[in-house]
């Protein structure tokens, strides 16, 4: 009987252990999910509304793209984050990702059960639970926690919003955005910033190997840095490249030979200093600045009420051609490290104890070096500090380390220790170069080189810098003449001392141009020998018959706007222009004499890929087809018999110097070429310009100070210092065919009213004379 009474007390209290457990069991899980409507309704803090889920306001960074599809880079703050399409995404990326990161993502809805229960157990040491969803919501929605408690109370937060993505998107659409959103250093916001900033390629470019790295940053992109941790990094990568074969997305055999492979880091920062095209990017970011205040933004659910560049993701589509800009760019270099070398040369404290300025005093130089320090960084920072001129002055003095441009040293720098003030001076022992190239039937710019490194010289030559154009102004008072006076390329003046009497053509005093050799042959030349080498007594009786003032006029219509003096000196180049004027303007007689004005935006987009500004043409009939075709007939002697010969392979000349200092030389080009070289008073400025049927280029190179210059004409001329980046150019573009750059003739009016064939009126002179020796006053 006592047996009895026992096992009904223990069945009571068996019982009531089975109630309890169901009790509390039930009231965990009704408080978890209260808790979880508390985080949903807001009470736990801060939540994205149904709207902001839609559409996550995520800062975006500009793109700048080339005629040519590829990204020429970025405007961007702190995000340099460019969204990518799902189907942009490697399929090994996506393995990559799903292997390592959350192997059950196409089976779960947000929140991976199983993985959340071993993680409770084992207490995150045998990995964590988080899935991809959540990690999206960490990143897009919520703050870093303080504390414990705050830690738990985030975690409901993001499984909730994990459960609410899950419902909004498609599993590829959260792959996609995760890896937007994610942050991998260096200012690679993003996969697109990452692939491109680490391999230099475009995501779907990556190759299994190389996703595994990004995939493996995933995880901590700080400590699993490429760049500082290389072999840390390299066991991470072969660990995810591990868990691909451990869930079949790799055989064993691929994984061993991919964990072979070296790392293959090509680490391309993605700055506004670096990268390719830096000095048009930044005439770009004006332009946006100036579009942006005459084009206000539609009204939105957005903060603005302006386009920002740096943030709304806009799309920029250009007309440079990313592969004639990196020709552009390699040319450059090229020769003006060879060109430097020789100005060091001619330049040291015994040959130049002024140097790098030639032919000054002392306060001269010292003038200029004033000027240079008031207006240096420096000066101006310390200045709006409080600092006092006596400590600003001292700070100049005071040596300090330094990387500082330098042709032949690591990625053209060098770390040194030097004085501002001789940093200063050191910097201005450099020449600058600028460059254009255009194609003149649309204005479209194709590449634009405003220096020789933006890092360090980041004043644009193309369009900021004017410098006296040279003899690359003779053209417009040849086209003037040919229009006016109906002159032939044929026709001949004498080359002999000629003067303008004062008080004529706006003349104070006669003006008397003397010839750059300071001789006169006495001989008849033909408008094309005259102009093919650059005979100023003859361009002098053009002006003279044609006047100024018509000059003038012919000139503002070709896009050179400024003002310019109506009298007779300016035939001779006396007026400064910039490259980007000047390469509009010889586009004219390259396009049948309608001027283009040049054009660099052809559209621009939002981030949903509305169409915000579409380019319009300016054009402008200028010549005649006849009078530009014989103006780029007058410049075709240039480059066969004039200045600019060298372009071909025979070239009278040290051919040994030639092409040791300048670079390039026999360049060996038989096509067509019209040009016209350039060259200031005492070597401070050499110019050429360059044409051939569908692209026209102009090139300029100098000092920073118009006393920075070559001692004489050897390396001094625009046929040394500034044709042979022009050549270097145009050979590279040549050797890439798709680039469609013309090797054929100008196209030639069809009822050509102007004669150019020299050849006939010297038959027919000919024939008016006894012998051919009589012919020999006139040069053709």
């Not at 840095?225 to 591990?242: A, D, H």
């Not at 400064?576 to 004499?593: I, S």
Request: net charge negative; aromatic share 10%.
């Amino acid at each position: 009987m006592a047996k009895k009474t026992v096992k009904k007390k223990n069945d009571k209290g068996f019982f009531r252990f089975i109630k309890w457990f169901w009790i509390l069991f039930a009231t965990g899980i009704l408080s978890v999910a209260f808790l979880f409507l508390l985080a949903s309704w807001g009470f736990l803090g801060d939540m994205p509304t149904f709207e902001r889920l839609e559409n996550p306001q995520t800062n975006l960074a500009s793109e700048i793209i080339s005629s040519d599809g590829k990204t020429l880079g970025k405007f961007y703050l702190d995000d340099n984050r460019t969204p990518v399409p799902f189907d942009s995404l490697p399929q090994n990326l996506v393995d990559a990702l799903v292997a390592t990161e959350d192997a059950r993502y196409f089976k779960h809805s947000g929140i991976d059960t199983r993985g959340t229960l071993r993680a409770l157990v084992f207490f995150g040491k045998r990995g964590g639970a988080s899935t991809i969803t959540q990690q999206l919501s960490k990143l897009l929605f919520t703050k870093k926690p303080s504390g414990g408690v705050d830690r738990i109370l985030q975690k409901i937060k993001e499984w909730v919003i994990a459960t609410r993505l899950e419902r909004q998107y498609t599993k590829e659409e959260i792959i996609k955005m995760y890896m937007d959103q994610y942050d991998f250093g260096y200012a690679a916001d993003g996969i697109r910033s990452a692939s491109r900033i680490y391999f230099g390629k475009e995501p779907n470019e990556l190759k299994t190997e190389e996703s595994a790295v990004l995939v493996g940053m995933l995880k901590n992109s700080s400590l699993y840095n490429p760049i500082r941790r290389e072999e840390l990094v390299f066991n991470r990568r072969n660990t995810v490249l591990g868990q691909m074969a451990k869930y079949g997305y790799l055989t064993e055999s691929e994984k061993d030979s991919l964990q072979a492979l070296e790392m293959d880091i090509n680490f391309s920062p993605e700055s506004h200093r670096e990268g390719i095209a830096t000095y048009f990017r930044m005439y770009l970011q004006g332009f946006m600045n100036r579009w942006i205040k005459k084009n206000p933004k539609p009204a939105l659910d957005d903060e603005r009420d302006q386009w920002n560049i740096f943030l709304d993701g806009l799309k920029i589509y250009t007309t440079i051609d990313s592969r004639m800009q990196q020709n552009a760019e390699d040319a450059v270099a090229e020769h003006m490290k060879n060109l430097q070398a020789e100005f060091f040369h001619q330049n040291t404290p015994e040959r130049n104890p002024t140097a790098p300025f030639l032919e000054l005093s002392q306060e001269e130089t010292d003038g200029i070096m004033e000027r240079a320090i008031k207006n240096s960084d420096r000066w101006k920072k310390m200045r709006a500090a409080g600092s006092s001129e006596k400590e600003i002055r001292e700070s100049f003095t005071k040596p300090v380390e330094l990387t500082v441009f330098d042709w032949d040293g690591d990625s053209q720098e060098k770390d040194t220790i030097m004085t501002p003030l001789d940093s200063i001076r050191y910097y201005k022992t450099f020449l600058r170069a600028a460059m254009m190239s255009m194609e003149p039937q649309t204005g479209h710019v194709k590449a634009w080189v405003g220096g020789i490194d933006y890092k360090h010289f980041q004043y644009d030559h193309v369009i900021q810098g004017a410098r006296q154009a040279g003899s690359t102004f003779k053209p417009f008072v040849y086209a003037a003449a040919i229009d006016q006076l109906r002159l032939s390329p044929c026709d001949s003046l004498p080359d002999t001392q000629y003067c303008i009497e004062a008080l004529k053509h706006g003349n104070m005093e006669p003006w008397c141009p003397k010839n750059s050799d300071g001789k006169y042959s006495g001989r008849m030349h033909t408008l094309k020998h005259a102009l093919a080498n650059s005979i100023n007594t003859v361009t002098a009786q053009l002006i003279d018959r044609v006047g100024p003032k018509s000059v003038v006029s012919i000139v503002k219509n070709l896009g050179l706007a400024k003002e310019i003096p109506e009298v007779p000196s300016i035939a001779l180049g006396t007026h400064d222009f910039n490259v980007y004027e000047m390469v509009g303007a010889y586009g004219t007689f390259a396009n049948q004499g309608v001027y283009v004005k040049p054009v660099m935006v052809t559209r621009i987009e939002d981030k949903n890929g509305t169409v915000l500004y579409e380019y319009v043409p300016e054009t402008k009939d200028v010549l005649s087809k006849d009078v530009a075709y014989a103006m780029v007939d007058l410049m075709k002697g240039v480059t066969e018999g004039g200045s600019g010969t060298r372009l071909r392979h025979t070239f009278a000349t040290n051919q040994t110097v030639y092409k040791e200092i300048v670079t390039g030389y026999p360049y060996e080009f038989a096509n067509p070429i019209a040009g016209k070289t350039g060259t200031t008073q005492n070597q401070s400025d050499g110019w050429f310009m360059g044409m051939v049927p569908n692209l026209v280029t102009g090139v300029w190179v100098g000092g920073e100070e118009r006393s920075i210059h070559f001692r004489g004409l050897k390396y001094g001329q625009g046929a040394s210092m500034a044709l042979p980046i022009w050549g270097l150019y145009m050979r590279k573009n040549y050797a890439n065919k798709e680039l469609g750059v013309s090797e054929e003739d100008f196209l030639e009016p069809e009822e050509l009213s102007i004669n150019v064939d020299c050849t006939k009126v010297k038959e027919e002179l000919q024939k008016e004379v006894d012998s051919e020796d009589d012919l020999d006053d006139l040069d053709f």
